[in-house]
């Protein structure tokens, strides 16, 4: 029996005549995105939805339901990544997964993440409704926690998945308030039994707005994800010293605020000078925040991402040179660590081509790209074939309240999920098309 993995058990049949004519239907999966975007709904049309929070256990919990209206079965490993499967010809083959996030920023909006897993939803519903028998399991995977926000780092849930990080090191992982995964993990009733990574995936698609706005600059439909850009964070903590506003003369401060201020300068600089890549300093606690106290302390966060890991290596080294070069010289003191690294990945070819004769097939316009941002389809590549599929968001905009696409964008994406999907299905036993 030909391995899953293995392309060359697998079957050469031409593209065309191996995509199925299955058509997804869009209102639905319009419906079921905006309807649960009152889970964690904000006033001005975003999502809140941090990771194992009620709002996520909300969510979580209706698509637990929905998935197992259609018949799947739902499970949990022990990081709370979700799993629904339903069954194929051959349920010795490993699922081909179609997986996403759920979990959002504060500021969220309510495509980022959500979209991969409802148009998952809406690819089972179709499946379901029209009867029709895969070769292997087809699965829809939740990742937990793939913003990192709540959880720094990002990807957390599918990087214990993928090998890269232990289950303690996830549980350990603690918020600015400094309760830990594990404590809502368990209050939210979803650390499952599975161990993580003991599930195997035949393949993984993950459906994405783009969050960047070339696919609209160029009026694409479908960008044909080849890769993800390396990242890394780290976190700074400046010292100074807190003081009297009006007593302290300018040449006797040691305020911890000016060397921040420096410092994100400076790191604005390095993304400028190794452009494509992207340098930012995102979060930022200035203590003791007072408004007639020189500050004595910051905390603060650094995001570097480029496509090549040299370039990544020079930027990293011009951090931590503008750090020695700046901070002591203003009688201050800093520590900085890299808290994490996830390097640039590329994805796989067989799966890269099913995406490209799905899109042949509805006809969509599309474009080779590397994704900008990070996405759970980096870590799970490391264990499976794993590629993603991208369509545009309006002005290029996410991580933002204000993040739209539109209704044909989401069904188009949807589409191409599906064909790509039962494609690659097709592959793994040789079967003769449909
Ligand atoms: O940080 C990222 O790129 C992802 O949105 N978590
Ligand atoms: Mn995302
Ligand atoms: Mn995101």
Redesign the pocket.
Known sequence: MPQAQDPIARNALPWSTMLANLQINSQRLWDSLIDTAKFGGTEKGGIKRLALSDEDKQVRDWFKAQCEALGCTVAADEVGNMFATRPGRDNTLPPIAMGSHLDTQPTGGKF?GVLGVLAALEVMRTLHEQDYETNAPIEIVNWTN???SRFPP??LASGVFAGVFPPQYAYERADREGITFLQELERIGYRGPIRAGDHKLSAMFELHIEQGPILEDEKKMIGVVTGVQG?RWYEITIKGQDAHTGATPMHLRKNALVGAARIIDAVDAIGLRHQPGVATVGLIENKPNSRNVVPGEVFLTVDLRHPDENALDEMETELRSALAQTIPALTLTYDEKKIWSSSAVKFAPELIECVRAATTKSGFDSRDMVSG???DAAYVARVAPTTMIFVPCEGGLS?NEAESTSHEECAAGAQVLLDAVLAYDQTLRGDAPR
Do not use: K, L, N, Y
């Open positions: 980022d793939e913003e990192g990002a990807m990242m941002a990070g996405h991580h």
